[in-house]
């Protein structure tokens, strides 16, 4: 059974950048048909999907956030990371990594992280 966990800070300032890493137990990144994503759900609204990397390390990424968002992994740490630059209070949001077997399909969640954006 994969299991997700997020990390990173939970306070980040205007205008800098937010990072995230989700480690992956049970599990292989590399593992062929499997998909890695990042959503986050802002307060009082829905889920946006952010954007994923693949088993192969093909990226996709939402159009809306496309200039401000970069996913990698390093596979020898099992571990895939969002980068999301140039943050506003309105990036402010519980970010969640999970898997899937299709790229805007999640199966497997992680906890999911809080991240305020605040000077």
């Known amino acids: 059974q994969v299991q997700l966990k997020e990390s990173g800070p939970g306070l980040v300032k205007p205008s800098h950048s937010l990072s995230l890493t989700c480690t992956v137990s049970g599990g292989s990144i590399s593992t062929a048909a499997n998909y890695w994503i990042w959503t986050r759900q802002p307060p009082g609204k829905g889920l946006e999907w952010m954007g994923a990397?693949?088993?192969?390390?093909?990226?996709y990424y939402s159009p809306s956030l496309k200039s401000r968002t970069s996913i990698s992994r390093d596979t020898s740490k099992n571990q895939f990371s969002l980068q999301l630059s140039s943050v506003t209070p309105e990036d402010t949001a519980v970010y969640y990594c999970s898997r899937g077997n299709w790229v805007y399909e999640s199966e497997q969640w992680g906890q999911g992280t809080q991240v305020t954006v605040s000077s």
């Open positions: 990397i693949a088993f192969d390390g093909a990226t």
